[in-house]
């Protein structure tokens, strides 16, 4: 069988199934840790480059790969304009969050997706970035995402249990939605 007969949007299922295969076997496969370095460049720009990738406290061998980002603040916003900010990289995870969990989830339930587009707002009230009000969180208020699917052999309705369980299944949108552990030190 040729690889384009065994994927269904992008994912190979052969290789979906055995990964679920080898979870199941093996439940201390699903830990895995994603590494990444930051330098502070000058004002708010910084640039960061990923790391190793850890499954089950192992490097991922076939992860070599290191990929630059950089973020910075638009001028209103104190900063110069070079790059994504911190919280347009917050839609950018979750926006690629759910195009993997949707892709695999739609597989898993046989859902041909012959289009997929994601329209993500975040808001912020700076007031509490600033220090101006302690009852303001400096945190994201709310975060919108509009959901565009389209599928030959899919009806409305599923196409809305497989959002639902894209919401109940994103690692990204789970890390947003509820209070995760943070730990910062000074080395």
């Not at 070079?82 to 339930?109: D, H, I, M, W």
């Not at 997929?116 to 969180?137: I, K, P, S, T, W």
Request: hydrophobic share 40%; proline share 4%; net charge negative.
């Amino acid at each position: 069988m040729t690889q384009a007969k065994t994927a269904l949007n992008g994912v190979d299922r052969a290789a979906l199934d055995a990964t679920l295969a080898a979870v199941r076997q093996n439940p201390h496969l699903a830990a895995v840790t994603f590494t990444l370095g930051a330098d502070w460049q000058q004002g708010c720009h910084q640039r960061a480059v990923t790391g190793e990738v850890r499954q089950n406290g192992e490097a991922v061998a076939d992860r070599t790969a290191r990929y630059t980002l950089e973020s910075d603040e638009p001028a209103a916003l104190l900063g110069t304009d070079k790059a994504a900010s911190p919280g347009e990289y917050v839609l950018q995870a979750l926006a690629g969050c759910y195009a993997v969990t949707f892709a695999a989830n739609a597989t898993v339930r046989g859902i041909e997706l012959s289009a997929l587009a994601l329209d993500l707002e975040v808001d912020f009230d700076l007031q509490g970035f600033l220090n101006l009000d302690d009852d303001v969180r400096p945190g994201a208020q709310e975060i919108r995402v509009t959901v565009r699917a389209e599928s030959p052999n899919a009806s409305r309705e599923q196409l809305e249990e497989l959002t639902d369980a894209v919401q109940q299944r994103s690692p990204i949108r789970d890390t947003l939605a509820r209070p995760v552990q943070v730990t910062t030190v000074l080395a």
